[in-house]
């Protein structure tokens, strides 16, 4: 059997869910014999790759380049993981739509303007700030999502409990805070 082919992706998040991902200990290792990661922010890869079999994603979608990058993560994945809260429901990063309208302005004002210790001035040329969305996104409102792996973030065996039953075809459902299979 071909070994799959796993990614991992860091949208809007903390990085707080990779690091439990970490924290899957000598699991990695095992992981390591089973599978290869062809994308992941732990990696120097700079384009998503084509045939990917499984995809777990952190963040929100907040930005222009989250957009298309999470676009561009379903054409090429067959099973995409919404990897943490703020995949599932945008959760911190999405504190600013309660601002309503204007909020992506009013963040950037007051990340490079009034918090600026000097040259105050929101960067506007391209390539440098993504164009922040107007409303921060769970990654199911843009893309079609195959399972949600719940958690800020996700304890390790919960992650291992999925990863494992993904792995050998098996379909797992969420009962309560529990993830449960067959
Ligand atoms: S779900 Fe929690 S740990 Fe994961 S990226 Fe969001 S804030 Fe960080």
Redesign the pocket.
Known sequence: MDRLRIATVWLG?????HM?FLDLDEFLIELAGMVDIVYSPVMDVKEYPENVDVCLI??AVCNEDNLELVRQIRERTKVLVSF????ITA??PAIRNQLGLGNAESVLQRAYVEGAESNPGVPREAGIVPALLERVLPVHEVVRVEYFLP???PPAERIKALMVQVLSGAEPRLEGSQLKFG
Request: hydrophobic share 10%; aromatic share 0%; proline share 6%.
């Open positions: 998040g903390c990085s707080g869910c439990s952190e963040g943490g809260d703020c995949a959760n911190v958690g800020c973030p």
